[in-house]
C-alpha cells in the first residue's frame, strides 16, 4: 500500500500550512506599516517597487521555513537542480547589481531604493534562499548517512 | 508524544532504513523520522500503510498502553 498521489506528504502538507499562515501574516503587517509610512509621507522606493519588494519578502519568509523545516521539496523532489537554477539566478542579480554600482549607478538616492538598489536587495532575498536551501540539503545529506 | 521504538526496531528487523520505509509507503524520509521520534502523529492511513509494509499490526507498532 504506497500512499503516493499527492505531491507532498500529509505532514508536509500540515506544516506548509502553518507556513503559509506565517506568510500571510508577514505580508498584512508590511502591507499595514507600508501604508502607516505613507500617511507620514515617507517614501522608500517607488510604489512598484515598493509592492514588488514587500510581496518578494513575504515569499521568502514563506521559502525559507519551507526550507529550514524541509517541506520545500515534496517526495523525490528534484533538489540540486532546483538548487542550481535558483543559486545562479541569485548570484547574476547580485553581481549585475554590484557591477552597475561600480560603475557609478546609486542604490540609494534621495533617501529611495534606485533601480539598482531594488536589484540587489531583490538579490540578497533570492541568495538567502539559496543559503537555506544549501544548508538543509547539507542537513538532509548529513541526516541520511547517519540515521539507520 | 513518546519515541516510537517499536517502529524503529520492526524497520531495523526488516533491514530497512528509514528512506527505504518511506519510498515503500509514499512519504518522505522526514516524516518516517518524524513518527520515530514522536514529533509526529500519523494518520490513521499512513499507520495502515507502514503496518503492511513492515508486517506488523497496529497494535504492534502503534497501540500504547498508557492511553487505555
Redesign the interface.
Known amino acids: 500500500m504506497k500512499i503516493e498521489k499527492e505531491k507532498y506528504d500529509e505532514r508536509q502538507l500540515q506544516i506548509r500550512g502553518e507556513i503559509f499562515k506565517h506568510g500571510f501574516l508577514t505580508a498584512c503587517a508590511l502591507m499595514l506599516f507600508n501604508a502607516f509610512l505613507q500617511g507620514e509621507g515617507i517614501g522608500w522606493a517607488n510604489g512598484f517597487h515598493q509592492n514588488i519588494l514587500m510581496f518578494i519578502f513575504a515569499s521568502t519568509v514563506i521559502s525559507v521555513e519551507f526550507h529550514l523545516r524541509d517541506v520545500y521539496f515534496g517526495k523525490g523532489g528534484r533538489r540540486i537542480t532546483s538548487i542550481s537554477i535558483f543559486g545562479f539566478c541569485s548570484v547574476l542579480l547580485l553581481v549585475l547589481s554590484v557591477f552597475h554600482g561600480v560603475q557609478g549607478e546609486k542604490f540609494v538616492a534621495d533617501h529611495r531604493l534606485t533601480d539598482n538598489g531594488f536589484h540587489i536587495v531583490g538579490g540578497i532575498m533570492f541568495f538567502a534562499n539559496t543559503i537555506c536551501a544549501l544548508v538543509q540539503l547539507f542537513r538532509e545529506k548529513q541526516a541520511e548517512r547517519t540515521i539507520k | 508524544m513518546a519515541k516510537n521504538l517499536r517502529l524503529k526496531a520492526s524497520r ?1 528487523a526488516k533491514d530497512k ?3 527505504d520505509l518511506a519510498e ?8 518516517i ?2 513518527i520515530e521520534l514522536g514529533e ?1 502523529n ?2 490513521i ?2 499507520c ?2 507502514i503496518c ?2 513492515l508486517g506488523k499490526t497496529l497494535n504492534e507498532l502503534f497501540w500504547e498502553d498508557d492511553l487505555q
Not at chain 2, 515503500?24 to 516524516?31: D, E, S, Y
Open positions: 531495523a532504513t528509514q528512506k515503500a509507503v509514499g512519504v518522505t524520509r522526514q516524516t523520522n518524524a509526529y500519523p494518520s492511513r499512513l495502515i500503510a503492511k509494509a
